[in-house]
């Protein structure tokens, strides 16, 4: 009998351990399809989201671990504004992409004021790397200030993630208010108009230093930006008085009064090698506009006859030796056209101006035909000739040094002189 109770006692518990082991084994299933199912629902909603941003022109969201590893573009957006109103000038002063520079050499359109600088290959480009607490300033023969009074300045830089061994380092564009080039005007006092000093290995606290004319001292901004690895862009935009500074397209800096600048230099306040590389330098005239709605409601021209009594344009181009309008001549000559039938009692002395490049005895009538075929495009577009004159004034009145291309660029030239 109690090997009988025994019996039937085990069978019990062996079934109730069968069935919970059962109840169990089903509790665990549902469990696991139902978070399967969460997992597959949040997977193909972020697939979805995905795909839509793809379509919608957007990139794709990297995950955490990737912005970590480089230095993320998340805090980069928390941290500026979402303007990206940056617009190179319309004409280019100076440009330097290294691509035709001999490596181990000294770049070619640069001038060395401290320090040392050779052209490198990085990352499968040719770079100018700045060390030994390196000044470099781009090679500019006309003498004095070469910045206008409105210039955009866009370079590329290389940013190192926590490189080891190396502690924090440093680039710094530096603008000088002064018209002696021959040594480095220094990043803050009184010979400083402004300077943007920003890391370069394991730093994202930045600065700038800034005269605003009132007085010799410069004010220091801190601020904070997370580049991320590799080479990255910065770029410049100054009008009469504004200054603007964009780190990769966003805008990280407005300053509603900057001294005028007059040139411009970088350098590297430490001396480890490898390390700090430049490429990409690119100097315009031109800027964004102001913030200024009166002046932001009148065209180029407009602002220009306003100011100065007259409009020059270096966009009005011909053929070579010719004065066969290019096509893309049309854009500028339209601005003036809309201009003149908006004031069709304004009267033009349209001029042409060209370069050294060839005798007196060609240049002289090339420029008078050279105005008169911008005449008659005008007058093509409606504008009353009778409000025209057209002068050529060949190479006699240049604005900068025949001797450089940047030089004769400035000088083949149309102006429209209000009468």
Known sequence: ???????????????????????????????VDKIKERVENKVEKEAGKAADDVLDGKSP????????????????????????????????????????????????????????????????????????????????KEQGAYLPEEFTIEYEFYYWVKKENVGLNNLRLCLANNTDRSKWAGYYGETCAFSLEHGVVDE??????????????????????????????????????????????????????????????????????DLTFIRNVVIAKGAVALYDRNEQSMSAVEKAIQKTGKFVTNNILFETGKATLKAESMEEIQKVADYMKKNPAVRFEVQGHTDNQGSDKVNDPLSQQRAEAVVKALEGLGVDGFNLRAVGKGAHEPVADNATDAGRAKNRRVEFIKK
Not at 230 to 249: D, I, P
């Open 61 to 140: 969201e990297k995950s955490k671990e990737s912005d970590d590893a480089e230095a993320g573009d998340e805090d980069a957006d928390a941290l500026t504004t979402t303007s990206s109103d940056f617009k190179r000038g319309e004409v280019i002063l100076f440009q330097d992409d290294f691509s035709a520079e001999t490596v181990g050499e000294f770049p070619s359109k640069w001038d060395l004021l401290d320090g040392s600088a050779e052209v490198k290959t990085h990352g499968g480009v040719k770079a100018v790397e700045i060390t030994n607490n390196g000044v470099i300033t781009p090679l500019i």
């Open 204 to 273: 994202y606290s930045h600065h700038y230093n800034y005269n605003n004319g009132t007085g010799t001292d410069t004010k220091q901004t801190d601020f904070e930006y997370r580049f991320k690895k590799g080479w990255n862009k910065v770029a410049l935009s100054f009008n009469k008085r504004a200054m603007k500074v964009y780190f990769n397209g966003k805008r990280v800096a407005n300053l509603p009064r900057v001294q005028q600048a007059t040139w411009l230099s970088f350098q590297v306040p430490y001396d480890y090698h």
């Open 1 to 31: 009998m109690r090997k009988l109770l025994m019996t039937l006692m085990l069978a019990v518990a062996f079934a109730a351990n069968a069935d919970a082991q059962g109840w169990l084994k089903k509790l665990k299933d549902k469990a």
